[in-house]
């Protein structure tokens, strides 16, 4: 099984996609690949985010990598969790998640995994969103806002973690039931 986990910029993916990975699911983070391309580069995840806007291979080269992993777990008989804001669009999925929360709790929660002031969370949460819809409006003509992309969409300003992993896990199992 294939679970794609997407949403906006501190609403919760990587905690959440860790939660089901702890359950027999495989965790693939096209944001980890991201983020270790930037270290690799000596940039800021906002610094290579402008990249990628110049060089459209970087993203391709992003969802090529987490889809040779995903088909590396399939092949072993792992089911995988695929979070990345992309990951519904690139690799066919049992069933694609969105996650949103409120710009203020999501600044929040980026100041504390960032370390940074809630004002330059805010700023970096708006300037990478923005430029990620305008890179994948070009690249792949797709509207990552768009909610119909999804099967399942949660605000995850109203539901703590136990809460989402309940309401996930109902609608993994009733998928199941339903095949």
């Known amino acids: 099984m294939i679970i794609t986990l997407s949403g906006t ?17 495989v965790h693939i983070s ?27 291979e970087i993203d391709r080269e992003i969802d090529n990598l987490q889809m040779s992993l995903v ?8 089911n995988c ?3 990345g804001r992309i990951s519904w669009f690139v690799m066919k999925s049992d069933i694609k998640i969105f996650l ?6 999501r600044a929040k929660r980026v100041v504390q995994r ?21 890179r994948f409006k070009e690249i792949y003509n797709i509207d990552i806002n768009d909610l119909r992309n999804y ?24 998928l199941i039931n339903e095949i």
């Open 114 to 134: 960032e370390k940074c002031s809630y004002e330059d969370a805010l700023k970096s949460i708006k300037n990478r969103e923005l430029s990620e819809y305008k």
């Open 9 to 25: 910029i501190g609403s919760g993916k990587t905690t959440i996609a860790d939660e089901i990975s702890d359950t027999n699911f």
């Open 151 to 174: 099967d399942l969409c949660i605000n995850t300003s109203k539901w703590g973690i136990e809460s989402m992993e309940k309401i996930i896990f109902t609608a993994i199992e009733n």
């Open 71 to 78: 088909e590396k777990e399939i092949k072993k008989g792992n």
């Open 81 to 83: 969790v695929v979070e």
């Open 100 to 105: 949103d929360a409120n710009i203020n709790v």
């Open 30 to 56: 096209a944001g980890g690949i991201m983020r270790r391309m930037a270290k690799e580069r000596n940039l800021s995840l906002l610094d290579f985010s402008a990249c990628a806007e110049k060089n459209f």
